[in-house]
């Protein structure tokens, strides 16, 4: 979860609470724990009388006017929470410095893989801290770089990210989305890239879409202009994709398809390389989708290859004469590829290409006159190398335990692929297809001694026996004797598998003696579909049994205790964190549930929740549903007089993917009946959203409060060695 208009009452609220204080510190950079923060009382919080029937069920919903993003209310209370907030967080005396080590440790050159469209190759970069990363063009690899995108110049506050682009079939012509504040909604920008030109083309209202071009122009998926006042939350219904053509308007872009019965459903649009064949899918959840293609040089009608919403599929190439490669796992939980004659659609009638594995395809790559095929095998990247006739060559060796994305083009027998693990930051490497050699392209010098740490996986039984495996990253040399902060991370959901990955945000909390570990649940992709149903529907308490057996066998084995661990999550991540602190709030000394999805019986009513139906269900449709729902919704399950962990809720006013109503609702709740003396706080950070494209400079002062946060309630030493000439500036 596959991306609000508070701004009147709440910016000047936070440049004011939200400022770095900076009293004088002595030379020694150590802190003992010590109890001396003061919280002062939470806001005072209207409640209504709304109760709703649910099949017989009464269930009260107080604060269901925080749902008035908009409203001067709503405002007031973003900005009495967030003084609470802040007031406590300046109190944390080394609030200020892990701000600072963390900028040092996130200042490294960071590039992405490159690509090649016509004689050009593409790439990012950031240069250390820059907000968002600027996009260059070299023609050729030995050409020079230079800046072709830098969206750091589209708005002051570095809110504004690129979001999806798309290249015309001669490579002049580059149509290119971007996202304001974090907000799902997309504006889609021409350039000429041989002069390097705007051109005057503009699209609006763009969300959930692809940029697939075709001839003089390019096709994209949109919705109807929202009411005034529900940009950011009033529901999405009846996508269409449209084609718009260079040098027109959009009123007159040509409608290509809608479907006028089934609101609730997505459409993208897609061309073949050889721009013989437009396909379409559609989808009515995150998961499953249709297919169709037409031939785009007879004016033909659509062929269905898929009809149903019950597998994914993918089209990978056009082989020519209407052959298709499809990536799918139909009838094989795993994935695998196979071949499609439009003259014989129908799935039953699917060849085998690339077989299924008993570890899970990713998806595939086509480079030279070879098939890149990226598998996960315990939750690690294998990649494997095919003949055009889908023979098994060989694998490409890999620098060591990690993940890898592979970028490669059908005429170039030069391609790359990244690598990166929870200690190796992002490297670069270019491969010769021919040859089959791997040569370091880039490789990032950063602050943080990766050669010091470790990462080990372990398998832990769940409640019902099932083996989870889970990474844990630590110095090495720390002993295990329960006394380690730990920082525990799961997703679990929508069949999104969490994978190594380097982050510079987790590198200061292990600088601090930090354990950082990471659960594998169910419900993800790691294992393929019939591990992502483990932990869906009916089946979600799997994923909070998978993450509470995770803290247990932390305390178990010494790595941590119930006072040393924090748990966090986001969207997904943060009902998981939500859920598993309200039903065990033993389990845990901290709790960070992140942009979540926290009141489980409304969550369909905003934006494009109820694309989520078919992975949660609704509680709207049957009892059992409902049922299900109400008995891990974390908003449901604050129960009175109860000592919950020290929680602070993450949020942005601009997300509208999971709108922040369900973080201000749950707070609210959380406040109303907990008793102890952990503090329970909201962070709503402004002009922010669900989290894609925000700038660095936000993301580094919310890490360093969570951090704050995470090590003042652990109640742990935090110890940045001694201040020198050269740090004191």
Not at 321 to 327: P, R
Not at 341 to 370: M, T
Request: glycine share 8%.
């Amino acid at each position: 979860m596959n991306k609000f208009i508070l701004l009147f009452a709440v910016t000047t609220a936070l440049v004011a609470c939200n400022g770095r204080h900076s009293t004088e510190k002595d030379s020694a950079l150590e802190y003992e724990p010590r109890e001396e923060i003061t919280l002062n009382d939470y806001p005072e919080v209207r409640k209504d009388t709304i109760v709703e029937d649910y099949f017989g069920t009464q269930i009260a919903d107080p604060y269901r006017w925080l749902e008035n993003d908009t409203s001067e209310e709503t405002g007031a209370w973003v900005k009495a929470q967030n003084e609470v907030t802040f007031n406590y967080l300046n109190q944390i005396p080394y609030r200020e410095d892990l701000e600072a080590r963390l900028t040092e440790l996130w200042n490294y050159e960071k590039v992405s893989t490159p690509f090649k469209k016509g004689d050009n190759y593409f790439m990012f970069k950031n240069d250390g801290i820059q907000n968002q990363s600027v996009l260059y063009i070299q023609k050729g690899l030995d050409g020079e770089q230079k800046v072709l995108l830098d969206p750091n110049t589209m708005s002051e506050e570095g809110t504004t990210s690129l979001n999806g682009m798309g290249f015309s079939k001669d490579n002049r012509y580059m149509a290119y989305g971007i996202s304001k504040a974090g907000s799902d909604w997309v504006e889609i920008h021409v350039m000429d890239i041989e002069t390097q030109t705007m051109l005057e083309d503009v699209v609006n209202w763009v969300k959930f879409s692809g940029i697939s071009w075709y001839k003089n122009g390019f096709y994209y998926s949109s919705y109807d202009p929202p009411a005034e006042g529900s940009d950011y939350s009033g529901k999405n219904e009846f996508h269409k994709i449209y084609y718009h053509t260079l040098g027109t308007s959009q009123k007159e872009d040509q409608l290509v398809y809608e479907d006028k019965e089934h609101p609730q459903r997505n459409a993208g649009a897609g061309i073949t390389d050889d721009e013989a064949y437009l396909f379409v899918s559609t989808s009515e959840s995150t998961n499953g989708n249709s297919l169709m293609v037409k031939d785009l040089s007879n004016g033909g009608d659509f062929v269905v290859l898929v009809n149903n919403y019950n597998t994914d599929n993918y089209i990978v190439d056009h082989l020519g004469e209407g052959k298709f490669l499809v990536n799918t796992n139909y009838n094989a939980p795993n994935n695998r590829i196979c071949l499609v004659d439009i003259k014989n659609p129908s799935q039953e009638n699917w060849v085998y290409f690339i077989p299924e594995k008993d570890y899970v395809l990713r998806g595939v790559s086509l480079a030279g006159d070879k098939i890149i095929a990226n598998y996960m095998k315990n939750v690690q990247t294998k990649l494997e190398v095919y003949d055009s006739a889908a023979n098994y060559l060989y694998d490409i060796e890999l620098p060591g335990i990690g993940i890898a994305s592979f970028s490669g083009d059908k005429d170039e027998n030069t391609a790359f692929y990244s690598y990166t693990s929870y200690i190796t930051p992002t490297e670069i490497y270019k491969y010769d297809l021919e040859e089959n050699k791997t040569e370091l392209f880039f490789q990032p010098e950063t602050a943080f001694n990766g050669s010091e740490y470790e990462t080990e996986q372990v398998f832990y039984p769940s409640k019902d026996g099932t083996k989870i495996p889970m990474f844990i990253t630590y110095k090495k040399g720390t002993k295990l004797d329960g006394s380690n902060p730990t920082f525990l991370y799961g997703y679990g959901g929508f069949n999104i598998s969490i994978t190594p990955r380097f982050s510079a945000i987790n590198t200061v909390f292990l600088e601090q003696g930090g354990v950082y570990a990471v659960a594998n649940l169910r419900g993800g992709s790691e294992f393929g579909e019939d591990w992502h149903t483990a932990g869906w529907r009916l089946n979600k308490q799997n994923v909070f049994d998978d993450f509470i057996a995770a803290g247990e066998y932390l305390i178990a084995t010494k790595y941590s205790s119930s006072e040393k661990l924090a748990i966090h999550g986001r969207s997904n991540g943060g009902l998981l964190a939500g859920a598993v602190m309200t039903q065990r709030p033993d389990l845990m000394k901290v709790s960070i549930p992140g942009v979540g999805v926290l009141d489980m019986l409304r969550y369909h009513k905003f934006t494009i929740g109820w694309a989520w139906a078919d992975e949660y269900g609704r509680s709207d449709t049957d009892e059992e549903n409902f049922k299900n729902l109400l008995s891990y919704s974390p908003l449901h399950n604050v129960i009175q007089g109860t000592s919950y962990p020290a929680t602070m809720v993450v949020t942005g006013d601009h997300d509208d993917r999971v709108v922040p109503a369900h973080s201000m609702k749950f707070i609210s709740e959380l406040q109303a009946k907990h008793e102890g003396p952990n503090p329970v706080l909201v962070r709503v950070d402004v002009n922010a959203g669900h989290g894609a494209g925000k700038p660095t400079e936000k993301v580094i002062e919310e890490w360093a409060d969570v951090w704050s946060f995470v090590l003042w309630n652990t109640n742990s030493k935090v110890n940045f060695g001694t201040k020198t000439e050269e740090n004191e500036k």
